[in-house]
């Protein structure tokens, strides 16, 4: 049977509509990791504490995690263009209301619907995988990952320049305007993407559940995104307090910069993506759970201080973005060819358990590391990471059916005509 979301083989998805896709998916998810750096000086404009003005990053995340397990199903039974457009559009005007905010209740109401609509890059991805052909798949999905991973690394950056130059209102102001634009510009040059589907929302949802129950390929491969996102989290988290304190004592500018060493990531999952088009997803599965409990020796070495430190810590937050990326590609790269007309539904199952991953290590990590320190957490980072080669190993000797399943046999209830 045909797969109704992939184009014929013999076109091509050009690379200019590939780099918008990629724009919007790192534009998008960029919104969520504005006010990170922003936290100090929004609190001190709204006149409340520290603790309180965390909160605008707590709001942005719940939104986030809600978009992900009930928006981002649509994508598989809304016409695409459309649904995308309009989520940005809804974005502009919450970031503008963000920037209005008198007061922290406003405030955080806006951010909470910026982290509900900027779920838009998640829809995205699948959307990405629908029109690129059987040949470029991997390479098309690798490229607009790329642009999700840039958009969270320069996301810390780009707020901290803005908000120096005009406050912390341009930042929202700023990212409303690039919204709004590409909302437009993705109406006018990308094509209708029909829904592959008409199932009623309840249905929908329940479907979900249903893949997971069903579907041993897309459970391990969510049980191994877990792990990636918690090992990616564990360092963020914790190389914030390390760098913060002796032996180094960075200031909150400096310590941002670092973010910068994960952009390398980006050119990994291109290379992942190119990899999984010819045939090679296990490949780069293996090298990237092999790489991912590599890292944290290299990033153990961060804790000595100094020239060698820095070097070590930059090199192993390389590492780490790189395994992330790899196995990240991997696994949207064996789903989508498993679930074709489930794409937007599987990625809801992958990020949703990657986001627990991130949510439950960020918490232990924040926990240990005053009593564990750095060598501590990178012991914990390991272990996370063997938990993941157990998980890929099982993959290995008894693998998950991988076959396209045809639109009779997938697990999705049907309206009838």
């Known amino acids: 049977m045909v797969d109704p979301e992939v184009r014929p083989s013999r076109e091509r998805l050009s690379r200019p509509t590939v780099w918008l896709l ?23 404009a709204l006149g409340v504490s520290e603790a309180a003005g ?7 995340q719940v939104g986030y995690a809600l978009s992900l397990a009930l928006l981002v199903p ?3 039974v809304r016409e695409r263009r459309g649904l995308v457009s309009l989520l940005l ?11 209005a905010s008198p007061s922290l209740g406003p405030l955080l109401a806006a951010i909470g619907v910026v982290g509900v609509t900027s779920a838009v890059a998640q829809i995205v991805v699948p959307m990405a995988a629908s029109l690129a052909g059987d040949h470029e798949r991997g390479s098309v999905v690798g490229t607009v990952m790329s642009g999700l991973l840039i958009g969270i690394m320069i996301a810390r950056v780009v707020a901290g320049l803005l908000a120096q130059i005009g406050g912390w209102q341009l930042v929202f102001v700023v990212a409303a305007v690039l919204m709004a634009v590409l909302a437009v510009v993705l109406r006018l040059v990308l094509r209708r993407v029909p829904a592959p589907e008409r199932t009623p929302y309840p249905r929908l949802l329940r479907s979900v559940a249903h893949l997971v129950r069903t579907e041993s390929l897309l459970r391990r491969r969510m049980g191994l995104a877990a792990a990636g996102m918690a090992a990616f989290t564990i360092l963020w988290t914790a190389s914030s307090f390390l760098l913060a304190n002796p032996p180094y004592g960075y200031r909150p500018a400096a310590i941002g910069l670092f973010g910068l060493a994960g952009i390398a990531g980006a050119g990994a999952a291109v290379v992942a993506g190119r990899l999984a088009d010819q045939g090679r997803g ?6 990237g759970v092999l790489l991912l409990l590599l890292s944290w020796g290299i990033l153990a070495i961060a804790g000595v201080g100094g ?3 820095v070097t070590a810590l930059i090199v192993g937050i390389m590492a780490v973005n790189l395994a992330q990326q790899s196995l990240l590609i991997s696994h949207q790269s064996a789903i ?26 960020s918490a232990v990590t924040a926990a240990l590391y005053p009593v564990v320190g750095w060598l501590g957490v990178c012991g914990l980072g390991a272990v996370v990471a063997l938990a993941g080669i157990g998980i890929w190993v099982l993959e290995l000797r008894r693998p998950s059916p991988s076959d396209p399943l045809p639109a009779a046999e997938t697990p999705i209830p049907q309206l009838e005509s």
């Open 282 to 287: 296990r490949q780069v599965g293996t090298a």
């Open 89 to 99: 559009g809804l974005t502009a005007v919450a970031l503008l209301g963000a920037a």
């Open 307 to 309: 020239a060698v430190g």
């Open 74 to 76: 649509l994508g598989d």
């Open 336 to 361: 989508y060819q498993r679930a074709p007309h489930a794409r937007s539904r599987v990625t809801t199952a992958l990020m949703v358990a990657s986001f627990l991953g991130s949510a439950l290590a």
């Open 22 to 44: 990629a724009v919007v998916c790192g534009s998008a998810v960029a919104n969520i990791y504005y006010a990170q750096p922003l936290l100090p000086v929004l609190s001190r």
């Open 54 to 60: 965390g909160l605008v990053v707590t709001a942005s």
